[in-house]
């Protein structure tokens, strides 16, 4: 299959800064907005910055939630980035009652602060990598910029095979890679040389 | 306490240079412009190669930048930088934030909107988040002088009045605050710690500390007490010194910032 790169749009998204950091890389994506763009993609991202809730409705709207059903455990390459990684679970505290992919057994949840009230996790923050040596291209204690106030606390099918932070009390599963999915909390497209390293891994990966 | 890296936030300055005719960068010292430096890319590309952690880009000419223009500016400097940016100044409108939201900017930084269009933020707070807007708040520190005239018609406040603003802020939804003592911009003579210190008592979001930078005992100061984040015009316009040296500095000091 040749190498073609789609970036899932969504309207409060943030495809607009990934499309750039991969022609940034020479890496020309295409735009997906309906199933038969999405098939002709060897690899697929799926980015968002919105509600869990939302990032559903959009898919359903466009008719790209079945197909995307599908994905899991295809050929085709799939990164979803922040809510774009929320929603490869069953659903969220965000959003209680929307169902997500179901690819993994996940609930997201709200992260809180030491007072018990809700927080954001916005700013720089490390990814610890455990007893996983390296995905893509996060090693062990690299930085990245994350902005979310739910998160992924783990990924059973992953094994423990997948990068944590730590914030407040909350362990975030900050990346992970499994069969032919990666899900990645924070946004590699805005985490300068690294996160454009991670991205052209991604887009790598056979 | 959270376990963000402690953030260094360059400004950078958008002002019309009234002999060039030219939309560029500049200093200002008590919020007067001061000196023209050059062109916003530019500096934003040195500053995302010497990991500046996020920039922040602020329209100091409203009358004679519009909108379209100022978001002509920033977008021309996030289509070339892959980290986070803010942009402020005029912002007032749910509509407005929309269109700077739209060209990769993360956060918006509002002030007089504040006090004349709370429910617009709060509007915006509801759809973007309130981890999208950086609410300001402008204030002449130096308690034994008045305030200048020209700084009074826009907007600074007396020191006394920093309780009020952020209690309102939080009320109206912003995620993070900004402090800016007037009196200090541009003369690297270090923050104002006691405003700092008196903030953080009073909120419980993250604060950026600004003006008045000008060595690294200044940062080791305002992160010790209490800050989340040091925004910086003048420091690095003028100061023979390197984000890589400051930064290592400031591990050595025992703050955490990014290293890598």
């Known amino acids: ?201 991604f887009v790598e990966w056979d | ?67 379209e223009m100022f978001k002509d500016v920033v977008s021309r400097v996030s289509s070339e930088i892959f980290m986070p940016l803010s942009a402020g100044g005029g912002i007032n409108s749910i509509d407005m934030a929309s269109k700077i939201f739209e060209i990769g900017v993360e956060k918006i930084v509002v002030e007089r909107a504040l006090q004349q ?8 707070a509801n759809r973007y988040g309130s981890q999208s807007i950086i609410g300001s708040c402008t204030y002449w520190g130096a308690t034994s002088l008045p305030i200048p005239p020209r700084l009074v018609s826009r907007g600074v406040v007396t020191v006394d009045a920093l309780p009020t603003r952020l209690a309102s802020m939080e009320q109206i939804g912003v995620g993070e605050v900004m402090i800016n003592d007037a009196s200090r911009d541009g003369t690297r003579r270090g923050s104002n710690l006691v405003a700092l210190r008196e903030a953080l008592n009073i909120t419980s979001l993250p604060i950026i500390d600004s003006c008045g930078f000008g060595k690294t005992q200044h940062f080791v100061d305002s992160f010790n007490s209490g800050s989340s984040a040091v925004a910086v015009g003048t420091y690095f316009a003028f100061v023979d010194q390197s984000f890589m040296q400051l930064r290592s500095q400031l591990a050595n000091h025992g703050i955490r910032v990014r290293l890598k």
């Open chain 2, 1 to 67: 306490m959270d376990t963000l890296f402690k953030r260094i936030v360059p400004k950078i300055l958008i002002s019309q240079n009234a002999n060039l005719q030219v939309i560029g960068s500049i200093t200002t010292k008590e919020y007067e412009k001061f000196r023209f430096i050059g062109s916003p890319p530019s500096q934003a590309r040195i500053f995302e190669s010497n990991m500046a952690d996020e920039i922040m880009l602020l329209n100091l000419d409203q009358d004679l930048i519009d909108l």
């Open chain 2, 117 to 124: 269009n709370p429910q617009e933020i709060s509007k915006i």
């Open chain 1, 1 to 201: 299959m040749n190498r073609l790169v789609g970036i899932v749009q969504l309207e409060a998204g943030n495809s607009a800064s990934v499309e750039r950091a991969l022609e940034a890389l020479g890496v020309k994506a295409i735009q997906v907005r309906d199933v038969k763009t999405l098939e002709l993609c060897s690899h697929i991202i799926l980015p968002g910055v919105a509600s869990f809730g939302s990032v559903i409705d959009e898919l359903q709207s466009k008719k790209l939630f079945a197909p995307l059903k599908n994905l899991y455990e295809s050929d085709i390459k799939f990164m979803g980035l922040c809510a774009g990684m929320q929603i490869m679970g069953k659903g969220s505290q965000e959003n209680p009652g929307v169902q997500g992919l179901g690819w993994f057994t996940y609930e997201n949840i709200a992260i809180v602060n030491n007072e018990g009230s809700k927080a954001f996790h916005t700013g720089w923050n490390s990814v610890q990598m455990g007893d996983s040596q390296k995905i893509l291209s996060a090693s062990d204690n690299s930085s990245y910029y994350f902005n979310h106030s739910y998160y992924v606390p783990n990924v059973e099918e992953a094994h423990d095979d997948f990068g944590r932070t730590e914030y407040f009390n909350s362990t975030i599963v900050s990346i992970f890679k499994h069969s032919n999915v990666v899900g990645i909390q924070f946004h590699p497209e805005k985490s300068q040389v690294e996160g454009l390293d991670m991205l052209k891994h």
